[in-house]
């Protein structure tokens, strides 16, 4: 199921927004430490996504796992993602926790 990671990012980098789609089950929840910022949905990957690429079109996101946890229901892919954008000096680097379910969606991304 890394592969379903490395092809959302693909997607991401692209800033591809139906590719991205096809790998983002429709309720995926997407978490912060500051619980105020905080969403969840398909349509909010549109507003959320589509906002961060009008405003940083040169954006680029990329990933290590550092560990992968299973269960009958999903995997969990933990993850160091750093992300930039050339154009703005944006660079923020933290761990990231993916979930993915059996039928290869992201239902959860977790920044820690």
């Keep these: 199921m890394a592969d379903i990671l490395s092809a959302y990012y693909e997607a991401m980098n692209k800033h591809n927004m139906e590719d991205i789609l096809t790998y983002i089950h429709s309720d995926i929840a997407v978490t912060f430490p500051e619980s105020e910022r905080n969403w969840q949905g398909v349509e909010n990957v549109r507003i959320k996504f589509g906002g961060m690429f009008e405003k940083m079109p040169t954006f680029r996101g990329d990933y290590v796992i550092s560990n992968i946890e299973?269960?009958?229901n999903a995997i969990y892919l933990h993850t160091k993602c750093t992300f930039k954008c050339q154009q703005t000096?944006?660079?923020?680097?933290r761990p990231m926790i993916y979930t993915i379910n059996n039928?290869?969606?992201i239902t959860k991304i977790q920044h820690l």
Aim: glycine share 0%; no cysteine.
């Design 103 to 105: 039928t290869n969606k």
């Design 70 to 72: 299973e269960n009958d």
């Design 89 to 93: 000096n944006f660079n923020s680097s």
